[in-house]
C-alpha cells in the first residue's frame, strides 16, 4: 500500500533520491531552459525568413546639385578634423583661391586636394595639407532617392575620401545615423565600402538580404569598435579601376523598408530616368533588380535611426582609417603623415569630380 511505503523506509531517505523530485526538477529546467530557445530559434527563423515589401514608389525630382551653382549648395566645414587627419580643411575663399573647389557650366564640379605646398613651401604642409569638407545646407529625411553622378573618385596613398549622408552636428552623431556611400582608403584598389553607422539596435545579423556586393561587419550600432555595418564591392567599385571605366551612378534608396543601394559604372546602360534623358522619366527602384548593397530594416527601426541627413563630401588625409591600413596598402615605408606632408605631387589623382547629384521624393 501506498500509505505504508512512504510511512515506513521512504521518510528517512534525503530529499533528492526522490524521483518525483529529479522529475519536477527536470520539468522545470525544461521551462526554463529549453523553451526560451526553441522561441528564440523560431524567432530567427522568423527574422531569416521575413523580407521588406521594397514596392513601386512614385518619386518626383526635388532638387538638382548641377553646374556653376554646385558648391553654393554646401557650407565648408573648416574645424579641427573630426577623424584626426594631416589636413586642413579650408573655408570656401580658401578653396577659390588655390581652386580646390571648381564648378562649371559643362556639369563637371571638382573637389580636390592641395598640389602646390611642398617641403620648401612657406608655409609648408607639415602640419596637414589643404583640403575639403563640404556639407549640404538642405537636410534629408526618410522616402529620398539619392543619385550620385560620378565621374572621378580620388585616390592616391594618404587619402580617404568620402561621400556619405549624415547629421553633420557631432554632438548629435549617431542619434539620427549615418549613411555612408562612397568610403575608401590609400590607393583605393579594394573597392568601395558603403555602411551605416547607428545607435542600438539597427543590426543586419541573420537578416535576409538580397545583394550582390560582401556583408561586412554586421552590427550598425557605433559602439565597440565604431566599425558600423558594411558591404563591400568589386575592385572597380573605387578608385583606379572606376575612374577608367568612365565613373557612374550611385543610387541610394532610404524609406521606411530599408535602405539600398546601386551601382552602375562601367559604361552598363543606365536604367530609365539616370540618364541625361531629356525626357520627364521618374527613376523607379523597383524595376533595377537586386541592388548592390541592402540594408533591410527587418531588425532596424529605420525611421527611428535616420533623420536630418545631409549630403556630406571630402577628402580626408591620413586619419584613423588611413592610419589603420597603412601598413598593408603599399604605399612604402615613411609613415603616412611625412608622405602627405613632403608629397604634393602624390595628389594629382585626389580628386572628386561630380557630374550631378539629382533629390527624388516619395509622397
Ligand atoms: C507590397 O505592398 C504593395 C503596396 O502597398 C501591395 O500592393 C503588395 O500587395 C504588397 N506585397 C506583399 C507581398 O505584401
Ligand atoms: C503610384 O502611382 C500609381 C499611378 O498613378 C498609383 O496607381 C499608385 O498607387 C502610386 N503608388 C504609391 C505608392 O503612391
Ligand atoms: C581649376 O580646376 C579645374 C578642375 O580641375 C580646372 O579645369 C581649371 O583649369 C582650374 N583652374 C585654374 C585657374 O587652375
Ligand atoms: C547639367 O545637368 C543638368 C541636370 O542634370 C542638365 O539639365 C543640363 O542639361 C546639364 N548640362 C550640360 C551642359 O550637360
Ligand atoms: C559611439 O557614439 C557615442 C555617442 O556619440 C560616443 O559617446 C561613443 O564614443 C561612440 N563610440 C565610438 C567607438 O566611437
Ligand atoms: C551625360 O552626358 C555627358 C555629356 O554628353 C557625358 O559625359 C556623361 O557621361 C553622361 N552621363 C551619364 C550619366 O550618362
Ligand atoms: C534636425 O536638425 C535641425 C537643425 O539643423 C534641428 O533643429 C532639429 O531638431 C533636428 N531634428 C532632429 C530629429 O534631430
Known sequence: MAHSYYGSEEVSRPWYSKKRVWTAVAVILLIVIVVPVAVTVSK???????????????????????????????????????????VHYVPRETAAQYNLTYASNTNTSVLKV????????????STGRFSVRVESTNQYEVNTLFVFSIL??????????????????SDVWPANGEIDVF???????????????????????????KMTGTAGNLDCYNGTENTGCGVGGGVSTFGEKFNDGGGGVMAVEWREEGIRMWMFGNGETLPAGLGNETTETMPDPSAWGEAWADFPGTDCDIDAHFRNQSIIANIDLCGDLTEAKWDTSGCGSSTCVDYVSDNPDAFVDAYWEFESFKIYKAQ
Do not use: I
Open 114 to 125: 592641395d598640389t602646390t605646398v611642398g617641403p620648401g613651401s612657406n608655409p609648408d604642409a
Open 44 to 86: 530567427e527563423k522568423q527574422k531569416e525568413n521575413r523580407y521588406p515589401n521594397y514596392s513601386k514608389l512614385n518619386y518626383t525630382l526635388l532638387e538638382t546639385y548641377a553646374g556653376e551653382t554646385f558648391f553654393d549648395k554646401f557650407t565648408y566645414f573648416t574645424g579641427y578634423d573630426p577623424a584626426n587627419g594631416h
Open 152 to 169: 572621378h573618385t580620388p585616390y592616391g596613398c594618404g587619402t580617404w575620401p568620402a561621400l556619405w549622408l549624415s547629421d553633420p552636428r
Open 183 to 209: 568610403e575608401a582608403t590609400n590607393l583605393g584598389n579594394t573597392g568601395n565600402q558603403a555602411s551605416l553607422h547607428t545607435t542600438k539596435n539597427c543590426d543586419m545579423s541573420g537578416v535576409k538580404r
